[in-house]
């Protein structure tokens, strides 16, 4: 069987994410108003199994992708580490041979890039990216979903980043040097992004100092929870980023009509304040939807089917 992973943006490239951007839009058009468990019309992974391996604790990746791989027809298998053997010590390259042997498709959730790595260099069936420290590619494709739904178009696009310098900007500073949109990320002393993943940007993101310098002009306003799941809520940290607080004040100064962003979970009041993230500006429910609709495409593209 031909098959691909989806280990970072760069797994698909511009054409493959444009591919799954299509795909999905069409897809979600198509079974508007439907009950969610309904299969999709043509139900394209049939007989199909995916399976999630979660060793970060999880609600909008589990609920979406076990959503996802009913929707087409298929079927999940979902386990945290502590109820595999991964967790009693089995390496990352036995677990992948093993479930490539009772899978369709494998799905990782974890703390360590590498660990997604081996898994993918070892399995023979598709492995995808749910999360790791170093990116968060399925996040930014549906991301990139809702803004498509504004009817905006990605080239040309400023995206502004407010806060801590993650694996979630890194991974839209890849998708900015992918489809030629450019990121402006203000971020605090000590908590900026690694050169490494600004370079992935292929000149079109840059880091300032300044958030108010960093929004102005932006169609879209973006930012993350500041304190990570495992992270100690460290007074040192909140105290940086309060400057980097998106506010309706800042958000004045985007462009009119300028779109906010969050990946959630969020915590008003920290990273965002209220009148923000539950305002008019806000996409932040749409874009948690599109998180299904986006990885039943990028399913497909992994099992060749569009692409």
């Given at each position: 069987?031909?098959?691909?992973?989806?280990l970072d943006?760069?797994?698909?490239g511009?054409?493959?994410?444009?591919?799954i951007?299509?795909d999905?839009?069409?897809?979600?058009?198509?079974?508007?108003?439907?009950?969610?468990?309904?299969?999709?019309?043509?139900?394209?992974?049939?007989?199909?199994?995916?399976?999630?391996?979660?060793?970060?604790?999880?609600?909008?990746?589990?609920?979406?992708?076990?959503?996802?791989?009913?929707?087409?027809?298929g079927?999940?298998?979902?386990?945290?580490s502590?109820?595999m053997?991964?967790g009693?010590?089995?390496?990352?390259a036995?677990t992948?041979?093993?479930?490539?042997?009772?899978?369709?498709?494998?799905?990782v959730?974890?703390?360590d890039?590498?660990?997604?790595?081996?898994?993918?260099?070892?399995?023979?069936?598709?492995?995808?990216?749910?999360?790791?420290?170093?990116?968060?590619?399925?996040?930014?494709?549906?991301?990139?979903?809702?803004?498509?739904?504004?009817?905006?178009?990605?080239?040309?696009?400023?995206?502004?980043?407010?806060?801590d310098?993650?694996?979630?900007l890194?991974?839209?500073?890849e998708?900015?040097?992918?489809?030629?949109?450019?990121?402006?990320?203000?971020c605090?002393?000590?908590?900026?992004?690694?050169e490494?993943?600004?370079a992935?940007?292929?000149?079109?993101?840059?880091?300032?100092?300044?958030?108010?310098?960093?929004?102005?002009?932006?169609?879209?306003?973006?930012t993350?929870?500041?304190?990570?799941?495992g992270?100690d809520?460290?007074?040192?940290?909140?105290?940086?980023?309060?400057?980097?607080?998106?506010t309706?004040?800042l958000?004045?100064?985007?462009?009119?009509?300028?779109?906010?962003?969050?990946?959630?979970?969020?915590?008003r009041?920290?990273?965002?304040?209220?009148d923000?993230?539950?305002?008019?500006?806000?996409?932040?429910?749409?874009?948690?939807?599109?998180?299904l609709?986006?990885?039943k495409?990028?399913?497909?593209?992994c099992?060749g089917?569009?692409?």
């Amino acid at each position: 069987m031909t098959y691909r992973n989806f280990l970072d943006l760069s797994s698909a490239g511009a054409d493959g994410i444009a591919a799954i951007l299509a795909d999905a839009l069409d897809r979600k058009q198509a079974r508007a108003g439907w009950p969610k468990g309904k299969p999709d019309a043509d139900a394209p992974l049939t007989n199909h199994v995916l399976a999630m391996v979660f060793e970060k604790n999880s609600t909008r990746t589990r609920f979406s992708f076990d959503a996802a791989i009913r929707q087409l027809g298929g079927q999940a298998i979902i386990s945290d580490s502590s109820q595999m053997q991964l967790g009693r010590g089995e390496t990352v390259a036995d677990t992948a041979r093993i479930l490539s042997g009772y899978c369709d498709a494998i799905m990782v959730r974890t703390d360590d890039h590498a660990k997604l790595l081996e898994m993918a260099e070892y399995a023979s069936v598709p492995v995808i990216n749910g999360l790791t420290d170093a990116s968060h590619p399925c996040q930014i494709m549906a991301d990139l979903l809702t803004i498509l739904e504004t009817g905006t178009s990605l080239p040309g696009l400023k995206v502004a980043w407010l806060g801590d310098g993650n694996n979630v900007l890194a991974s839209i500073v890849e998708a900015a040097g992918l489809l030629q949109f450019d990121v402006v990320a203000a971020c605090p002393q000590g908590f900026q992004p690694e050169e490494a993943d600004i370079a992935r940007g292929n000149g079109r993101a840059r880091v300032v100092g300044s958030p108010r310098e960093a929004v102005e002009g932006a169609d879209v306003v973006v930012t993350d929870t500041w304190i990570s799941m495992g992270q100690d809520h460290a007074d040192t940290k909140l105290a940086a980023m309060m400057p980097f607080q998106v506010t309706a004040e800042l958000m004045a100064a985007a462009k009119p009509g300028a779109k906010f962003l969050h990946c959630l979970p969020a915590h008003r009041g920290e990273e965002v304040t209220a009148d923000v993230i539950d305002g008019p500006q806000s996409l932040i429910w749409p874009e948690a939807e599109n998180r299904l609709h986006a990885q039943k495409s990028i399913l497909r593209w992994c099992f060749g089917q569009i692409g």
